[in-house]
């Protein structure tokens, strides 16, 4: 069985880091490709990061570059999402969804049951 | 940017009825477009990819159209379990989600 666990969320103060981990079983990790999404509080999706399956190729949401870094060790089947500068609309619920394998781009047919992050002073 | 944008935001339905949810994107997406369900409290589940495609498992009264820039999922007879908000997701270039349909039963 598939799983994703996410982990890390706190409440952290503004300008604050936090990193998030989520760990992966039930496949091998190592050959599928990653992502965050996160949920801000009675709000919508939004992606936030994506990470090939050997780590080479990234890519971010505008809103979140230059400030967040996804990485992977499939060694440890993990994905993680460091926060640096964070900002109150950061607040929300991070998953990491799994992408269906095959393609350019595909779907997401995993979720972990997400994390919650709180940006407040 | 694509923007994908969803009508109606919430719909009242009974139970039986068909319910239908349309997803707009601003240029056209091919059938590049997943469809999700999100129970409170809970992570999303794909229920259609590839516009039309049911996946594994999920209920056959779930279904899904269109291609280029209109699409539609559909409720063909609506249940209790089917209470949840539903996010349309285009994945052509990166990936974007509709602002979501809430979906109340009467």
């Known amino acids: 069985e598939v799983q994703l666990v996410e982990s890390g969320g706190d409440l952290v103060q503004p300008g604050g880091s936090l990193r998030l981990s989520c760990a992966a079983s039930?496949?091998?990790?190592?050959?599928?490709?990653m992502n965050w999404v996160r949920q801000a509080p009675g709000k919508g999706l939004e992606w936030v990061s994506y990470?090939?399956?050997?780590?080479?190729?990234?890519y971010y949401a505008d809103s979140v570059k230059g400030r967040f870094t996804i990485s992977r060790d499939n060694a440890k089947n993990s994905l993680y999402l460091q926060m640096n500068s964070l900002r109150a609309e950061d607040t929300a619920v991070y998953y990491c969804?799994?992408?269906?394998?095959?393609?350019?781009?595909?779907?997401?047919?995993?979720w972990g049951q997400g994390t919650l992050v709180t940006v407040s002073s | 940017d694509i923007q994908m944008t969803q009508s109606p935001s919430t719909l009242s339905a009974s139970v039986g009825d068909r319910v239908t949810i349309t997803c707009r994107a601003s240029?056209?997406?091919?059938?590049?477009l997943a469809w999700y369900q999100q129970k409170p409290g809970k992570a999303p589940k794909v229920l259609i990819y590839?516009?039309?495609s049911l996946e594994s498992g999920v209920p056959s009264r779930f279904s899904g159209s269109g291609s280029g820039t209109e699409f539609t999922l559909t409720i063909s007879s609506l249940q209790p379990d089917d209470l949840a908000t539903y996010y349309c997701?285009?994945?052509?270039?990166?990936?974007?989600f509709g602002q979501g349909t809430k979906v109340e039963i009467k």
């Open positions: 969804a799994r992408e269906k394998s095959g393609g350019d781009w595909n779907y997401f047919d995993y």
């Open positions: 039930g496949f091998t990790f190592s050959s599928y490709e």
């Open positions: 990470i090939g399956r050997s780590g080479s190729t990234i």
């Open positions: 240029q056209s997406i091919s059938n590049w």
């Open positions: 590839k516009a039309s």
């Open positions: 997701q285009q994945y052509t270039t990166y990936w974007t």
